[in-house]
């Protein structure tokens, strides 16, 4: 069985790398949260995924059927 890692966004924090908390502070006289690093990626956004060879071929013909109908 060949598996390979791929990277997607995170899902934690939807590739942006910070998540919103709930601690807030005040600034400009309105309160805002604060952002803090994502735990799941450690702020990278992306996350490893693994797949197996077969899957990745899967889609990357469904990915290219879909740009050649476009
Ligand atoms: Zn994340």
Redesign the pocket.
Known sequence: MNQIPIKTA??????????QSEETFVLAGRTHHRFVR??????????LCWIELEELVMMVRAIAAETQTE
Do not use: M
């Open positions: 995170c899902r934690s924090c939807q590739g942006g790398g910070y998540v994502c735990a799941s990626c450690e702020g990278s956004g992306k996350e």
